[in-house]
């Protein structure tokens, strides 16, 4: 994944400077971060310990948990070290990594909301039928195909950005996303010669 631009890494302009204040922020953002983590592993250990819990909405829950530790551990720490440097550059390759987790992240976060609803739906409307639509193979596939193809989806769309060659490298948001950075893509580009 190597990008073909002159440029090797992006400017985060967004992070000024705020004097002493940053320490605040960042000591904010950090309690933040651990408040975070250990809430989320709390109720996966919760979710796993307890034998009542080994229900599929709670399954779900769970993935949802573990989804909310990877979507944290992807954004706040580089937060945390932007708030805290100086000089607030990132590399390219590091950019689309980051691109990569909160675009897995978010896809993960609305394909298991989704399931949550069908989970829902069927307790519901087909009380019944639930145990015998809901099968704990069908949930482990479930979360499994929920995680995988958020990987997959998210791997092409990094994979078919990073080459693009870049006509700029100064980001102005707190965190990087492929749209910022796609603002970035020389518009003499074409992919497709018109004949």
């Given at each position: 994944?190597?990008?073909?631009?002159?440029?090797?890494?992006?400017?985060?302009?967004?992070?000024?400077?705020?004097?002493?204040?940053?320490?605040?922020?960042?000591?904010?953002?950090?309690?933040?971060?651990?408040?975070?983590?250990?809430?989320?592993?709390?109720?996966?250990?919760?979710?796993?310990?307890?034998?009542?819990?080994?229900?599929?909405?709670?399954?779900?829950?769970?993935?949802?948990?573990?989804?909310?530790?990877?979507?944290?551990?992807?954004?706040?720490?580089?937060?945390?070290?932007?708030?805290?440097?100086?000089?607030?550059?990132?590399?390219?390759?590091?950019?689309?990594?980051?691109?990569?987790?909160?675009?897995?992240?978010?896809?993960?976060?609305?394909?298991?909301?989704?399931?949550?609803?069908?989970?829902?739906?069927?307790?519901i409307?087909?009380?019944?039928?639930?145990?015998?639509?809901?099968?704990?193979?069908?949930?482990a596939?479930?979360?499994?195909?929920?995680?995988?193809?958020?990987?997959?989806?998210?791997?092409?769309?990094?994979?078919?950005?990073?080459?693009?060659?870049?006509?700029?490298?100064?980001?102005?948001?707190?965190?990087?996303?492929?749209?910022?950075?796609t603002?970035?893509?020389?518009?003499?580009?074409?992919?497709?010669k018109?004949?």
């Amino acid at each position: 994944m190597v990008n073909s631009s002159l440029f090797s890494y992006f400017i985060v302009s967004a992070y000024s400077d705020t004097g002493n204040l940053k320490y605040l922020f960042f000591l904010m953002l950090l309690c933040l971060y651990a408040l975070t983590v250990c809430a989320n592993l709390l109720l996966i250990v919760v979710i796993c310990m307890n034998r009542s819990l080994h229900e599929p909405m709670y399954l779900f829950l769970c993935s949802l948990f573990v989804n909310e530790l990877y979507g944290s551990a992807g954004l706040i720490p580089f937060m945390l070290v932007q708030i805290i440097s100086e000089i607030h550059t990132v590399s390219v390759s590091y950019c689309f990594l980051q691109i990569f987790y909160l675009y897995t992240y978010t896809t993960i976060e609305f394909f298991s909301l989704a399931i949550i609803s069908y989970d829902r739906y069927l307790a519901i409307c087909c009380p019944l039928q639930y145990n015998t639509c809901m099968t704990s193979n069908k949930v482990a596939l479930f979360i499994a195909l929920t995680w995988l193809s958020a990987f997959l989806s998210c791997a092409v769309t990094v994979s078919l950005s990073a080459p693009l060659q870049l006509c700029g490298n100064v980001i102005n948001k707190l965190y990087i996303s492929l749209p910022s950075s796609t603002f970035l893509v020389d518009s003499s580009l074409h992919l497709y010669k018109a004949d």
